[in-house]
T-cell receptor
């Protein structure tokens, strides 16, 4: 079945370590996005990519990095510079940046201790 | 950026219709109204969208006020699986939108469905 896969669903890391969250899609979508969600809050955009080998910062990019070497993959690295990394991370994709509908993965819950 | 206002929470009984309101008094002519929902511990799911006319799909109906300053998502018969947070989002789809096309998420309405 086509869709977006985020792995793992739960992730624990020690403070000061970098960690990479995986996001893969087989929908042949050009645009991909990373969001962060904190308890009781809406989603906030971290990074987005409109096409392979291109990405832009969203509203809260500090402490995060991404790459888009393949159309299917858009991994997010949470670096040690991110002051408050514990959150629920959501990856999404759409046919293009102007598409109406975005498709979301199931999310990765990152806990940094 | 255009903003939306939704009630924090609503409650419904199973098998009854649910009307989820959204106010967007500063909507512009090229803003589309999008609705997503998020079940507990899952990613959001697209529900419906519209510009001016009322819209129907297999999940819900969207009623848009004539002045477009408000809209209502209608679930015709609520089920327990409809318990979720419902987000009403404005998104600029105009030709000059550029980076303003991004979805801006509020807190949504948490819908509880009673058996």
């Amino acid at each position: 079945d086509g869709g977006i896969t985020q792995s793992p669903k739960y992730l624990f890391r020690k403070e000061g370590q970098n960690v990479t969250l995986s996001c893969e899609q087989n929908l042949n979508h050009d645009a991909m996005y990373w969001y962060r969600q904190d308890p009781g809050q809406g989603l906030r955009l971290i990074y987005y990519s409109q096409i392979v080998n291109d990405f832009q910062k969203g509203d809260i990019a500090e402490g995060y990095s991404v790459s888009r070497e393949k159309k299917e993959s858009f991994p997010l690295t949470v670096t040690s510079a991110q002051k408050n990394p514990t959150a629920f991370y959501l990856c999404a994709s759409s046919i293009g940046p102007a598409s109406i509908e975005a498709f979301f993965g199931q999310g990765t819950r990152l806990t940094v201790v | 950026d255009a903003k939306t206002t939704q009630p924090n929470s609503m409650e419904s009984n199973e098998e009854e219709p649910v009307h989820l309101p959204c106010n967007h008094s500063t909507i512009s002519g090229t803003d589309y109204i999008h609705w997503y929902r998020q079940l507990p511990s899952q990613g959001p799911e697209y529900v419906i969208h519209g510009l001016t006319s009322n819209v129907n799909n297999r999940m819900a109906s969207l009623a848009i006020a004539e002045d477009r300053k408000s809209s209502t998502l209608i679930l015709h018969r609520a089920t327990l699986r409809d318990a979720a947070v419902y987000y009403c989002i404005l998104r600029d789809q105009g030709p000059n939108a550029g980076n303003n096309r991004k979805l801006i998420w509020g807190l949504g309405t948490s819908l509880a469905v009673n058996p």
